[in-house]
């Protein structure tokens, strides 16, 4: 059964760093295009930052462009998320997500292009 999960959420200042893991179970992320989205209360979801299967190509939304960074590790079959520099409007859950990508050319933002999510993790920051 494929499942991701989502670990590393919790609560930081304004100005901190957190690092977010998805770790995958029951396929190989090896050939999967990752996705990491969020979803504030009342808002819809966001894509984050995307990556394709290969690592050759990797995306952020404008609003975390230079203080996010996506990664993977297939020997851990886990992606990470690095946050840093971590403000109030960073707050959500956020999710991970994959979807097949066997070209190593997928990295999209939007929900929609992802069929496998991990259940989401907690980031809070406030002070």
């Known amino acids: 059964q494929l499942q991701l999960v989502e670990s590393g959420g919790g609560l930081v200042q304004p100005g901190g760093s957190l690092r977010l893991s998805c770790t995958a179970s029951g396929f190989t992320l090896d050939y999967y295009a990752i996705g990491w989205f969020r979803q504030a209360p009342g808002k819809e979801r966001e894509g984050v930052s995307c990556?394709?299967?290969?690592?050759?190509?990797?995306g952020y939304a404008d609003s975390v462009k230079g203080r996010f960074i996506i990664s993977r590790d297939n020997a851990k079959n886990t992606v990470y998320l690095q946050m840093n520099s971590l403000k109030p409007e960073d707050t959500a859950v956020y999710y991970c997500a994959a979807e097949p990508d066997t070209v190593q050319a997928m990295c999209r933002l939007r929900a929609a292009d992802f069929g496998s999510w991990g259940q989401g993790t907690q980031v809070t920051v406030s002070s």
């Open positions: 990556m394709s299967s290969g690592g050759g190509r990797i």
